[in-house]
């Protein structure tokens, strides 16, 4: 049976040695990276040669790869690397992994070449100063297959395991029944769609109300194609740690109906989340489980790798068994496992893990996107940045050693950017391009300053940086799809300051690359409509397939009302405040339970608490607050208990509004006082002229759309399984609006108020 590995996960596995060490990293980013690369290859003779594929064989094991350069002039393999910085401040340990590599490429331009010796170089190209750095050594073939053979072996063993397991999951994979005697209604459909859409390569689009067990519907079918359509990978992404506990539980019940199954599953979640020791550096002379990290890590993964279902806790258990980092041996073996479990950052996000291993790899992928409506919102947010003026005058007054200069020039850049400006808020197609230049200066003297003397630059500084770093990422992508904005405010001393911002309007050419990379995408949720709102927004294929499932509900179960003689305009809004809790108590005595009552803002939901309380104070309530906690939003849905009575008042579009389960007698009713749509301020206009000029439905796709999509959602808490019963109340004179009923589910019958 054999094994292929491309030469950097091989180099990676077997040459990595020592710490974990994160203070010089190649910080440039991939686009000066492939820029640098293309500098390096001009400035060689017309017969040079670039990216050279090769590939060999040890044993059962196939090597593969591109070798960034070769110079048939002087017999030259070269490795080239971008970096920022001071070289000699390079740890010894990633020097060896970039030699490990250079050297594997050569023993595979040897062989291909007949060359009995040839010179291995290590390229450095600093991208401020473009500057070379060339180190040579001269390597017989002979030795260079020895060190060959040394890394292969060292990978071979475990490969050898790997795929003695993947061959046991393969037969259990094939052998995989449904964890239950039958599907849920419409769950079968949905399974059953799903599979044909990963098995003809097609994407796939499926709106599915809450109810027929969307995430076992769809992780169930994927692991059943695995085999047929030999993929490598299942990625399930969700947009909270709900979604995250359910793929975790309906792995449970899948995995729990094969015994012994061979599957391997890995949760991922965010590094501050993991981290053991939060006030120290990701370095071994500040962090104990990143010193000899490296040393640590094979054995740590050996026993990682006999753990079926590593969820945050399991792997945290293994990690410090063997004291390493519970993060970044999270992000080792998701190399290893069949599915991960993670947030959608570490697919989509312009810097994802699991997209760059994807692409490394070549592994072939199936990728399942839960609550897939968020992914509109959470893309934009990956591609977007901001900068506060306040920040970069707090900097300056520091006085940090060597940036003064620097931070000066930027400010002035900054003040030259509003200096005419009228209004407060201002926004603009173009890039500020001096800015960005004096930005750029500022981001290249600190990650110099933090290569010097990494233990002496200020978390003031650092905090910077990364912003402005992450402004600097987000300018190279800038085109029509983002917008540029200014806004100013009156700081201390009556100081005009501003804001700025680079707004993604339409991420949709940042994410379709990543879904026509995966074999398949599905995307699926509750609300998923109008489908051309999000395939537009997403960058779907042309060719994805829809499949709307219809629900397992009966109209009976939910009585709908329009409160159509009521207005929540923000002009009307004083007016709706007696009428709104007229509406719940007489809802409320004329069916006592547990309600849940959801209002645009803090400000409105505090105005008819207060009036409630006041009115009928016999009705118990309780209300969300701004900046909840886990425990608070816990304890506040600790009040819903079965066959309960009360009001629990939340914002609509915030932590109650969806995720959240309460079936049965604990939540037996809604009110949605609001249409949902996003507050009419600049920045929306923006977005909505914006996305006007480019699908000619502005107000629809900035305001309409996303704001009844947070209707819908709310709804949706009070019918959660095929025996409830529930009371919804719209209050809005819009809801009686055609063109917004449209936009209900089809099961959904409504009546006045």
């Known amino acids: 049976m054999s094994y292929s590995v491309a030469v950097r996960a091989l180099c990676e596995f077997s040459a990595k040695v020592g710490d974990l060490d994160l203070r010089f990293t190649p910080s440039p980013t991939a686009q000066e990276g492939i820029e640098g690369h293309r500098r390096v290859v001009a400035r060689r003779a017309a017969d040079y040669e670039s990216e050279v594929a090769l590939e060999g064989q040890f044993e059962s094991l196939r090597v593969r790869g591109r070798a960034d350069g070769y110079d048939p002039s002087c017999n030259r393999l070269e490795e080239i690397k971008t970096y920022r910085g001071d070289l000699t401040r390079q740890p010894a340990n990633h020097r060896q992994l970039h030699w490990a590599q250079a050297k594997v490429y050569a023993w595979l331009m040897c062989q291909a070449r007949q060359l009995p010796a040839i010179e291995v170089a290590l390229v450095y190209l600093d991208v401020d100063s473009d500057g070379q750095t060339l180190i040579s050594e001269h390597h017989t073939a002979a030795a260079l297959q020895a060190f060959f053979d040394t890394q292969c072996r060292c990978f071979l063993a475990w490969a050898q395991r790997q795929q003695g397991r993947l061959a046991e999951r393969d037969r259990d994979l094939q052998a995989l029944g449904f964890p239950y005697a039958q599907f849920r209604q419409g769950q ?78 890995l949760e991922l979640i965010a590094r501050d989340k993991a981290c053991e020791y939060p006030d120290k550096a990701c370095h071994g002379e500040s962090c104990p489980l990143a010193q000899g990290f490296y040393d640590r890590l094979p054995a740590a993964r050996e026993a990682a790798a006999g753990v079926p279902l590593l969820d945050r806790a399991s792997l945290r258990e293994v990690a410090l068994a063997h004291q390493v980092c519970p993060y970044y041996l999270g992000q080792e073996m998701a190399r290893w496992v069949d599915l991960v479990v993670a947030d959608y950052n570490y697919y989509f996000d312009a810097h994802a893990l699991l997209f760059g291993l994807a692409q490394a790899n070549q592994w072939r992928v199936a990728v399942l996107v839960d609550e897939a409506h968020n992914l509109v919102e959470r893309g934009r947010g990956m591609y977007s940045a901001s900068l506060d003026q306040s920040q970069l005058l707090a900097l300056r007054q520091s006085k940090p050693q060597g940036l003064t200069r620097a931070l000066d020039r930027l400010n002035r ?127 779907m294929p042309a060719d994805t397939a829809w499949l709307e499932v219809a629900a397992p509900f009966r109209a009976e179960q939910l009585e709908v009302r329009i409160a159509s003689q009521v207005s929540t305009r923000y002009r009307e809004r004083q007016a709706s405040l007696a009428p709104i809790v007229e509406l719940i108590a007489e809802q409320y005595q004329r069916m006592p339970g547990n309600y849940l009552a959801f209002f645009s803002s803090f400000e409105y939901l505090q105005q008819v608490a207060g009036l409630l309380a006041e009115r009928h104070a016999d009705i118990p309530l309780w209300a969300q607050a701004a900046g909840m906690d886990e425990e608070a939003r816990q304890a506040f849905l600790d009040r819903f208990v079965a066959d309960g009575c009360g009001v629990g008042f939340a914002v609509l579009g915030g932590a109650f509004g969806e995720g959240v389960d309460l079936p049965g007698t604990r939540l037996i009713g809604a009110f949605v006082a609001t249409l949902g749509l996003p507050q009419v301020n600049p920045v929306n206009e923006q977005f909505k002229q914006r996305l006007g000029r480019q699908f000619g439905a502005g107000f629809d796709y900035a305001y309409l759309y996303p704001g009844v999509r947070k209707v819908i959602q709310a709804a949706g808490r009070v019918i959660r399984g095929d025996q409830d019963q529930g009371v919804l109340v719209l209050i809005d004179e819009r809801f009686a609006e055609p063109r917004v009923q449209q936009m209900f589910p089809s099961w959904w019958r409504s009546g006045g108020a």
Request: hydrophobic fraction near 45%; glycine fraction near 4%.
């Open 188 to 265: 079968r459909q949905l399974a059953e769609t799903l599979y044909k859409a990963v098995s003809t390569g097609r994407c796939l689009m499926a709106q599915a109300s809450t109810g027929i067990g969307k995430t076992l519907g769809t992780l169930f079918p994927l692991l059943k194609a695995m085999v047929p359509q030999q993929l490598d990978k299942v990625f399930f992404l969700t947009a909270k740690t709900p979604g995250r506990a359910l793929a975790l539980d309906a792995m449970r019940q899948i995995t729990d109906a094969t015994p012994q199954p061979a599957l391997r599953t």
């Open 413 to 539: 850049q900054w003040n030259a950017l509003y200096k005419e400006q009228r209004a407060p808020y201002q926004a603009s197609e173009q890039l500020p391009e001096a800015f960005i230049r004096a930005l750029q200066q500022c981001i290249g003297l600190i990650q110099e300053r933090m290569n010097q003397a990494p233990a002496e630059v200020d978390a003031q500084v650092l905090q910077f940086f990364y912003q402005a770093l992450q402004f600097s990422r987000v300018a190279e992508l800038f085109d029509e799809h983002f917008i540029f904005d200014i806004s100013q405010r009156e700081g201390q001393r009556k100081r005009r300051l501003a804001t700025l911002c680079l707004r993604n309007v339409t991420p949709a050419r940042l994410l379709a690359p990543r879904m026509q990379a995966a074999r398949s995408v599905t995307l699926f949720s509750a609300t998923l409509s109008p489908r051309h709102f999000y395939s537009d927004l997403l960058g």
